[in-house]
Nanobody, 115 residues
């Protein structure tokens, strides 16, 4: 059984930085993409960034130039470096791994940007 474990969330002041990590445990093969989503209270869960098997990346317009997604294939881990954080970045952040057969989600980690 596959589990995704996230870490790195917390409270940060506007303009600050955080780095999220998401590591997979269990047997997972043929990962097509790894991604980060976020959900603010009362809002839908939105895609923030994604990295594909070939290395291509996608970013939501709201985070372009501020967030960077990366991965360590040997550790089956995806990262999200978040810089120049804004109060509107406050949300629960979820990682997601997609294979040809399944989609796996992490439990979520809270990111709060506030002074």
């Amino acid at each position: 059984q596959v589990h995704l474990v996230e870490s790195g969330g917390g409270l940060v002041q506007p303009g600050g930085s955080l780095r999220l990590s998401c590591a997979a445990s269990g047997s997972i093969f043929s990962i097509l993409a790894m991604g980060w989503y976020r959900q603010a209270p009362g809002k839908q869960r939105d895609l923030v960034a994604r990295i594909f098997a070939g290395g291509n990346t996608y970013y939501a317009d709201s985070v372009k130039g501020r967030f960077t997604i990366s991965r360590d294939n040997a550790k089956i881990t995806v990262y999200l470096q978040m810089n120049s954080l804004k109060p509107e970045d406050t949300a629960v952040y979820y990682c997601q791994f997609s294979t040809g057969a399944s989609t796996y989600w992490g439990q979520g980690t809270q990111v709060t940007v506030s002074s």
